[in-house]
């Protein structure tokens, strides 16, 4: 069986763990797409996992600041598929967290 992956150099500028990403030497599946990666032993997800999360959080605090620019409060992001995504690394995060 043949695994192909892409390797990464580490994102200038960013600091790591990166929601649930750090670069490594270690072949890793990610927890949320199912994946192979190269990343730290200790990574729950491949970068692509971690930057969706990243989107996903920055897009819950832009509705999070118009609703509360209107008086209101947003409880959640109206896409669902890049809020599952959080959802799922949170929950491995705080499995993670534990140990």
């Given at each position: 069986m043949t695994i192909?992956?892409?390797e990464r150099d580490p994102t200038p500028g960013r600091t790591y763990p990166f929601h649930g990403y750090a670069p490594?030497?270690?072949l890793c599946a990610c927890d949320v797409c199912g994946s192979r990666y190269i990343g730290d032993k200790r990574s729950l997800c491949c970068e692509d996992c971690?930057?969706?999360?990243?989107e996903a959080i920055k897009r819950q605090q832009q509705c999070d600041r118009a609703a509360m620019m209107d008086g209101g409060f947003v409880d959640e992001?109206?896409?669902?598929a890049a809020s599952d995504v959080a959802a799922v690394i949170d929950d491995?995060?705080?499995?993670?967290s534990r140990t």
């Open positions: 192909h992956w892409k490594g030497n270690y971690a930057e969706t999360r990243e992001v109206d896409e669902p491995f995060s705080a499995k993670w």
